[in-house]
């Protein structure tokens, strides 16, 4: 069964403080990481897809990068509208939890910025 | 339309009640999902649409949920019988087409808040 586990669960920041959240996870075959993030009272927001150990990707102050076990996603000089919760998630090749096309999440980390 | 709709944005009932929630996908997308988040918790797949065959309903936690999408557009998730740990948010995903890359990302409604009393 595909897993996620990120930490820590919350954190708060002040503005242009830099950091990282940590997104651990077993999958059967990884198909696809992805990022997410979510402000209260919407659907998750799509930010990133990572594919491969190795691989990384930025969008202004986000970047993502990918091992064989475990995703970070670094905010760099963070600014009070990146406060939001942040929701890893993975997609496996092989049948389990999620199912072959469906994500299995992570809790979140609940990021908040203070200005 | 611009993303996907879900409606109503929330829904109130009474415990043993039926409810219909509706999910609009982005215009031509293939695939569509049903997720049900609980508070402080990320979502939980529920159940997966290509076009009007749901391919795998293996998250639904009980025979009282069933989705549809019969013309492979519109999707709707019934609950009967509410419970009381139905109360949940309930989300709707489409994406273009099963491939990789850019095709294979899932865009997320803003979701239905289902309170069961």
């Known amino acids: 069964e595909d897993q996620v586990t990120q930490s820590p669960e919350a954190l708060r920041l002040q503005e242009g403080e830099s950091s990282s959240l940590n997104c651990s996870y077993t999958?059967?075959?990884?198909?696809?990481l992805f990022w997410y993030r979510q402000d209260p009272g919407k659907g998750p927001e799509f930010l990133f897809t990572?594919?491969?150990a190795g691989e990384e990707k930025e969008k202004e102050r986000l970047k993502a990068t990918l091992t064989k076990k475990e995703s970070f996603l670094h905010i760099t000089a963070p600014k009070p509208e990146d406060s939001a919760t942040y929701l890893c998630?993975?997609?496996?090749?092989?049948?389990?939890?999620?199912?072959?096309?469906?994500?299995?999440f992570g809790k979140g980390t609940h990021l908040i910025i203070q200005p | 339309g611009a993303g996907v709709s879900q409606s109503p944005r929330y829904k109130v009932a009474k415990r043993g009640q039926d409810v219909a929630l509706r999910c609009d996908p982005i215009?031509?997308?293939?695939?569509l999902f049903w997720y049900q988040q609980a508070l402080g918790q990320g979502p939980e797949f529920l159940t997966y649409?290509?076009?009007?065959?749901?391919?795998?309903k293996s998250g639904l936690p009980s025979d009282r949920f069933f989705a549809e999408r019969p013309e492979g557009s519109v999707s709707t998730l019934k609950i009967q019988r509410t419970q009381q740990e139905d109360s949940a948010v309930y989300l709707c995903a489409s994406r273009h087409y099963p491939g990789e890359g850019g095709q294979n990302i899932q865009y997320f409604g803003a979701g239905t808040r289902l309170s069961v009393l």
């Open positions: 215009s031509g997308h293939v695939s």
């Open positions: 999958v059967s075959g990884l198909r696809g």
């Open positions: 998630a993975v997609q496996g090749y092989m049948y389990s939890g999620g199912g072959a096309d469906g994500l299995t």
């Open positions: 990572l594919y491969s």
């Open positions: 649409f290509q076009n009007e065959a749901q391919l795998d």
